[in-house]
């Protein structure tokens, strides 16, 4: 066989290689494509997973932390409420111990005015259990008013009538029938008053 033949031979033999080795790297390539999209796949599913357990628990610490803020809610709204009912039933303590032993004296002069004898004595216990009253009102914020000879004030007074007179001038309290009284400067009770006017003989 001469150097012409073999070539052909060579030729003719390699040809069907090479379409061979073409066709089996196809293959080859596309078992491997089809090989990496179902690990594609998984990985883009393991992603999701931790995403949504990641969404899961954010969502429940959330619900936590919204529970404990209502629950504290709840105890600070059930605190005011035990707070302001203690207010109501002793808001006036203070007042009262001061009023206890204005009690106290005039306790003691009762029992003292079954067997005294001395009404000087008596007068003189009762004017300080009044100053001893007197004291506890003023130190909680009450005022007196006792508005005799002062000009009327309807803003203060109640004129329970009008008497005629020549001591006292007309439009000015002639006397008190009730003192009235304030409590920080704002009117709980006004003065029951007797308004003098002139005289007829004037």
Do not use: T
């Given at each position: 066989m001469?150097?012409?033949e073999q070539k052909d031979v060579v030729s003719a033999g390699a040809e069907p290689d090479s379409e061979t080795n073409e066709a089996v790297a196809e293959e080859a390539e596309l078992?491997?494509?089809?090989?990496?999209?179902?690990?594609?796949?998984?990985d883009e599913e393991a992603k999701l997973q931790v995403a949504l357990d990641s969404a899961l628990s954010a969502a429940e610490k959330h619900k936590d932390?919204?529970?404990?803020?209502?629950?504290?809610?709840?105890?600070v709204r059930k605190r005011a409420e035990k707070d302001v009912e203690?207010?109501?039933?002793?808001?006036?303590?203070?007042f009262i111990n001061e009023l206890l032993p204005v009690k106290d004296s005039m306790d003691l002069g009762f029992d003292a005015a079954n067997t005294a004898t001395?009404?000087?004595?008596?007068?003189?216990?009762?004017?300080l259990t009044l100053k001893m009253f007197e004291s506890a009102l003023e130190k909680r914020g009450v005022q007196e008013l006792n508005p005799a000879g002062e000009s009327f004030d309807p803003e203060f007074h109640?004129?329970?009538?009008?008497?005629?007179?020549?001591e006292v001038e007309a439009g000015k309290v002639l006397r008190v029938m009730q003192k009235g009284y304030l409590l920080n400067d704002r009117l709980i009770r006004p003065a029951m008053v007797v308004v003098a006017k002139k005289s007829a003989e004037e």
């Open positions: 001469g150097e012409d078992d491997q494509s089809n090989d990496q999209e179902p690990d594609l796949a998984l932390e919204a529970l404990r803020a209502m629950a504290e809610l709840e105890n203690a207010a109501h039933k002793f808001g006036i303590e203070k001395d009404v000087d004595s008596l007068k003189e216990g009762m004017s109640q004129a329970m009538m009008m008497e005629e007179s020549v």
